[in-house]
């Protein structure tokens, strides 16, 4: 039975369409990240998931129920991009009167030391930091056990530091079989953290496969400069290339054959400078991805 399933789900917001026949499956203990650009249905896909917003076609359930009698269950818990705590109660009395309202919490211990919240178990929610506040949300969503884990930017007010401990937390929670689908824009923690990506585009999925999957859907490798102020008209036709993309002054090459491209660069009298040779990145697999549904 699969953790997740949504069956050619529709969602209208009047004359706009947020989410188009999106059909995904998502087997237990699987680590999904869920991108798009800004109004590709992201969030209202998370929503529908959630049971937090009502889809006008299609089957939505969460290990075969419906998402909220799955959430009565106590089997999926959400740390969505906003939640207000409440100032005059200590994080241990936050999370602990949380976790009370499962049928089959973890220990708070356990859930305090998962969210790196241990040292902090006795200051009041009103006192700590946006970090520290958003590592509490992530206590109370892991608080009753869900199997189902949904994320919605969870890493937005983290630090770097901060980010490294939540995603290892992240990780310790789903190493016992448990599913995770997050909603992000920071494509590198999508590479670095997720088993699974799942880029949606006008409401609609348009690739899913691993990361690597995913980059390799760009092909080739890329050339990269420094162009400046030069003019880039003409690379898109030198030898070899099969793509280009111009941004902040830096001209990005798409090649299967990056050593001929690099002759063929220094032949137009351009002046290269920090030129490098890079193998795609999951931006530039999410790039060429949603630029064709725009």
Do not use: C
């Not at 206590?139 to 869900?146: D, E, K, M, S, V």
């Amino acid at each position: 039975m699969e953790a997740i399933s949504m069956e050619n789900v529709s969602k209208n917001y009047g004359d706009v369409r947020a989410v188009d026949a999106l059909s995904l499956e998502v087997p237990a203990g699987q680590v999904v990240a869920l991108l798009g650009p800004n109004g590709a249905g992201k969030s209202t896909a998370v929503g529908i998931t959630l049971g937090l917003v009502r889809p006008d076609a299609g089957r939505v359930s969460l290990f075969g129920a419906p998402p909220a009698e799955a959430a009565a269950r106590g089997r999926v818990g959400a740390m969505l991009q906003d939640g207000a705590l409440v100032p005059n109660l200590t994080v241990r009395e936050v999370v602990g009167f949380v976790r009370g309202l499962y049928p089959a919490p973890m220990p708070l211990d356990g859930v305090l030391e998962i969210a790196g919240l241990t040292a902090l178990a006795g200051r009041r929610t009103g006192a700590l930091s946006g970090g520290q506040a958003q590592r509490v949300r992530f206590a109370t969503a892991i608080a009753g056990a869900p199997g189902v884990l949904v994320l919605d930017e969870p890493t937005a007010a983290l630090d770097v530091a901060a980010r490294r401990a939540f995603w290892a937390g992240i990780h310790a929670y789903a190493g016992e079989g448990r599913t995770v689908l997050f909603a992000t824009h920071r494509l590198e923690e999508a590479d670095e953290n997720a088993d699974r990506v799942v880029v949606v585009a006008r409401g609609r999925v348009v690739a899913d496969g691993t990361p690597a999957e995913i980059k390799a859907r760009v092909g080739g490798r890329a050339v990269r400069f420094a162009l400046g102020d030069q003019p880039a008209a003409g690379l898109d036709r030198l030898p070899g290339v099969t793509g280009l993309e111009v941004r902040g002054g830096v001209a990005t090459l798409r090649t299967g054959d990056p050593d001929g491209v690099v002759a063929e660069l220094y032949r137009t009298g351009l002046r290269v400078r920090d030129l490098e040779i890079v193998t795609p990145a999951l931006e530039d697999a999410f790039l060429s991805l949603t630029s064709k549904e725009r």
